[in-house]
């Protein structure tokens, strides 16, 4: 069974711009969720979506936001990019809210 | 609020020694679940362990265990027969609920494993 693809695997952009991050889960599995880590922040806690809906939403500002498709697939999108935003993103996925959660290889995105 | 702690920022551990990584935890909510990640220098997380918070035996896969400590609050990895490619960083993490049965998992700050040859 296929892991968790996330595209695109890197990205640069400049201060300003929005960009759009994809993850597409394990087959079978209907949760999602992102975390962003940085090296002084560590790995934090983006959002959690199952069946569609957003469940759960970390401390980050409303530049932040994400949507999940009927098949799973997970977008997540940060406008007005700052330096600071400069992170690994990882996906996980789950069969569910609770279950274990399976990781995504992550986008690394810089900001310039 | 949960929180996981990872006291060892860095250790080395000879090949084919066992290593014991230290995470130690603090939550009220009674149900709970543990993980372990492992993540090389590739980024991706890898997960290894898990232990719920009912659980009566301490887990174990492979040469991978967690020794589980209630009272304590603490859920140690044990790594048996160290391999040069258990060489990355190490991540415990708690399982937080939330009000309408919405989880996420929080972090410990990790330790990074060097194996020796």
């Known amino acids: 069974k296929a892991g968790v693809t996330q595209t695109p695997r890197y990205l640069i952009k400049t201060r300003g711009q929005q960009v759009t991050l994809s993850c597409s889960p394990i087959?079978?599995?209907?949760?999602v969720s992102w975390y962003q880590q940085t090296p002084g922040q560590g790995l934090q806690f983006l959002f959690e979506?199952?069946?569609?809906?957003?469940?759960n939403k970390g401390n980050f500002p409303g530049r932040f936001s994400g949507r999940q498709f009927s098949n799973s697939r997970s977008e997540m999108n940060v406008s007005t990019l700052e330096l600071g935003d400069s992170a690994l993103y990882l996906c996980?996925?789950?069969?569910?809210?609770?279950?274990?959660?399976?990781f995504g290889p992550g986008t690394r995105l810089l900001v310039l | 609020a949960q929180k996981i702690t990872q006291t060892q920022p860095g250790m080395f551990v000879q090949e084919k020694e066992a290593v014991t990584l230290d995470c130690t935890y603090d939550?009220?909510?009674?149900?709970?679940?543990l993980f372990w990640y492992k993540q090389p220098s590739s980024g991706e997380m890898i997960f290894l362990i898990y232990?719920?918070?009912?659980?009566?035996q301490n887990a174990t896969e492979g040469r991978y265990s967690l020794n589980f400590q209630k009272a304590r609050k603490s859920a140690n990895l044990v790594i048996s027969a160290s391999q040069l490619g258990d060489s990355a960083m190490y991540f415990c993490?708690?399982?937080?609920?939330?009000?309408?049965?919405?989880?996420?998992?929080?972090f410990g700050s990790g330790t990074r494993l060097l194996v020796r040859p």
């Open positions: 979506y199952f069946s569609e809906t957003q469940r």
């Open positions: 232990q719920g918070s009912y659980d009566q």
């Open positions: 996980a996925s789950s069969t569910g809210p609770g279950e274990t959660q399976y």
């Open positions: 993490a708690m399982r937080e609920s939330w009000m309408d049965s919405s989880y996420k998992l929080i």
């Open positions: 087959s079978g599995h209907r949760s």
């Open positions: 939550t009220s909510d009674p149900s709970y679940g």
